[in-house]
């Protein structure tokens, strides 16, 4: 039995809960009557403690079945079998699962790792999953495609608009002059339907100088400049009403579509790299580790590594977004410690930071060994940071410089 090392396990009714959040990650799934019941789920060997799952989105959220889990026990091993039981999410019926957030360990299975990378060469594709406030766009099983707002000709509603509006002033200045008092308020006029419509979209992915682009599920009514299955600019919107935020999708038909190319140049440190070797050492236990930090020194091949991960889809879905859509940035990199919210593990991790003209995105990190995010540690922080093992003050024994080589005596 391999242990289960999420300490945040959290339960969720697996339809309740939104389902694209639920993406790589695992679940407990307790071993319900109502599972057995489901078409599909006859072959589930029999389990008193539960199953160790996997959510992952193919067009629909679908989860694999991966092995036997104990929730009490915290503990799964995988079926000897090859062949996985795989069902959409959708089919499952309404019932208890714990989720589990991805370790190194977890991610290793030959399935995860075959759903991962498929996951990393749609990258573009996915980085919009991100972004949270498109959530309420999107269609409740298959995510991928989203709901447009396409105004024809927005100068024509406007004169529509106007004509309604100037057709009540005239209204209300003829029953002013009779002197006739009104009964009750007159509506105001209300833009008629047919100029504004709603399209299905899918493939939202960002663009070239600052845009956004989809292609079209739908035909545009009113227009042939664009049809169904033609890719077409999308412009974003976010308003603010009643203090709710709203982002709305507009389908631009006249814009030309932008590339999704990535242009970005190294960032030039405006100091030296400050390069320093810690080493800890904890007093109570056989915890004892060194991290080198800051620039190594050869930063072209750091720089070709990184570029090369960005283009296998190795990359924070946010940062992504913005190298496409940014016409100047930079990317800052580092080595620094990082430390998990959860588990206390340390880890150093390039700190990758995007540098555009008004903002600076920093990469988020995972840990390694439950999943949970991780937060970078200050250099000033180093000094004061507890053992990951058993908790205790961590002493700095030495702090000295390093190049390529190794640590400067
Ligand atoms: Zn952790
Ligand atoms: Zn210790």
């Known amino acids: 039995m391999n242990k289960l090392k999420a300490k945040k396990i959290k339960r969720h009714m697996l339809k309740s809960y939104e389902f694209w959040q639920i993406d790589e990650k695992f679940l407990v799934v307790s071993p319900d009557k109502k599972l057995f019941l489901q078409e599909g789920l006859e072959t589930l060997p029999d389990s008193e403690s539960g199953y160790l799952a996997y959510a992952y989105l193919d067009q629909i959220l679908k989860i694999a079945f991966l092995g036997f889990a104990d929730p009490e026990e915290e503990t799964y091993r995988y079926f000897e079998s090859e062949e996985l039981l795989v069902v959409p999410a959708s089919l499952l019926p309404q019932m208890l699962v714990m989720v589990v957030k991805p370790t190194l360990e ?3 299975h030959p399935f995860v790792q075959g759903v991962l990378a498929l996951h990393e060469a749609d990258a573009l594709k996915r980085s919009t999953l991100a972004l949270r406030s498109l959530d309420p766009l999107r269609d409740p099983l298959e995510p991928g495609i989203l709901t447009a707002c396409f105004i024809r000709d927005e100068a024509k509603k406007r004169q529509v608009y106007d004509n309604l509006a100037g057709d009540l002033q005239k209204r209300l ?7 006739e008092a009104p009964e009750g308020l007159p509506e105001l006029p209300a833009v008629p339907d047919d100029y504004i419509n709603f399209v299905r979209v899918k493939d939202l992915t960002p663009s070239n100088h ?4 989809a292609v079209l599920l739908d035909n545009l009514p009113g227009t042939r400049l664009k049809k169904k299955g033609d890719d077409v600019t999308i412009s974003m919107v976010t308003i603010t009403e009643e203090e709710t935020e709203q982002t709305v999708l507009f389908v631009d038909h006249t814009a030309s579509v932008e590339g999704t190319g990535i242009k970005v140049a190294s960032h030039k440190p405006s100091r030296l790299p400050w390069r320093l070797a810690y080493e800890l050492d904890c007093p109570d236990c056989p915890y004892h580790e060194t991290f080198f930090l800051g620039r ?10 990184i570029l090369d991960e960005i283009r296998s889809g190795k990359i924070d879905p946010l940062i992504l977004i913005d190298l ?3 016409d100047q940035c930079e990317l800052d990199f580092s080595r620094e410690l990082y430390r998990c919210r959860n588990c206390g593990t340390l880890d150093v991790k390039n700190r990758l930071r995007l540098i555009c003209e008004d903002r600076s995105l920093s990469s988020a990190y995972n840990c390694p060994a439950c999943g949970e995010r991780m937060s970078l540690v200050k250099r000033n922080q180093i000094a004061s940071i507890d053992c990951p ?3 205790k003050p961590l002493n700095l024994v030495s702090e000295k410089q390093w190049s390529k080589g190794g640590v400067k005596k």
Do not use: K, T, Y
Request: charged content about 35%.
């Open 106 to 108: 977890l991610n290793g």
């Open 173 to 179: 200045e003829a029953a002013r002059a009779e002197e």
């Open 210 to 213: 600052g845009s956004w682009r």
């Open 296 to 305: 190594q020194g050869d930063d072209h091949q750091i720089f070709r590594e």
């Open 324 to 326: 496409v859509q940014s």
């Open 389 to 391: 093992d058993c908790r």
